[in-house]
């Protein structure tokens, strides 16, 4: 299966920013579309942030305004530049690969990156 590449993560205050990168082993091209994810302490994985191979974005409603989904082509790198931290959105990150139906490609997930807000 591809392999993922996240960094970025740490440790900031509210009210800050970070932003995580992504590099997948395939193309990004080679997707439908690339997507961060987020597992919270004893919650489900879920999807912050998508952009498709046509570029068009979508997010999570409790990101929006905040979190914004980009890619590199040149880098093959997915980033996402998330302002406005709160202490709500501390979680491992995780990048994926997306299928025709928006929906992970893989079923085995990369290491993900540690963002940790605090109040």
């Known amino acids: 299966q591809a392999q993922v590449a996240e960094s970025g993560g740490g440790l900031v205050q509210a009210g800050g920013s970070l932003r995580l990168s992504c590099t997948p082993s395939?193309?990004?091209?080679?997707?439908?579309?690339m997507g961060w994810y987020r597992q919270r302490p004893g919650k489900q994985r879920e999807l912050v942030a998508a952009?498709?191979?046509?570029?068009?974005?979508n997010y999570r409603d409790s990101v929006k305004g905040r979190f914004t989904i980009s890619r590199d082509l040149a880098k093959n790198t997915v980033y996402l530049q998330m302002n406005s931290l709160k202490p709500e959105d501390s979680a491992v990150y995780y990048c994926?690969?997306?299928?025709?139906?928006?929906?992970?490609?893989?079923?085995?997930w990369g290491q993900g990156t540690q963002v940790t807000v605090s109040s």
């Open positions: 994926m690969g997306l299928d025709l139906k928006a929906q992970p490609m893989f079923d085995s």
């Open positions: 395939l193309s990004v091209l080679s997707y439908n579309g």
């Open positions: 952009i498709s191979r046509a570029e068009a974005t």
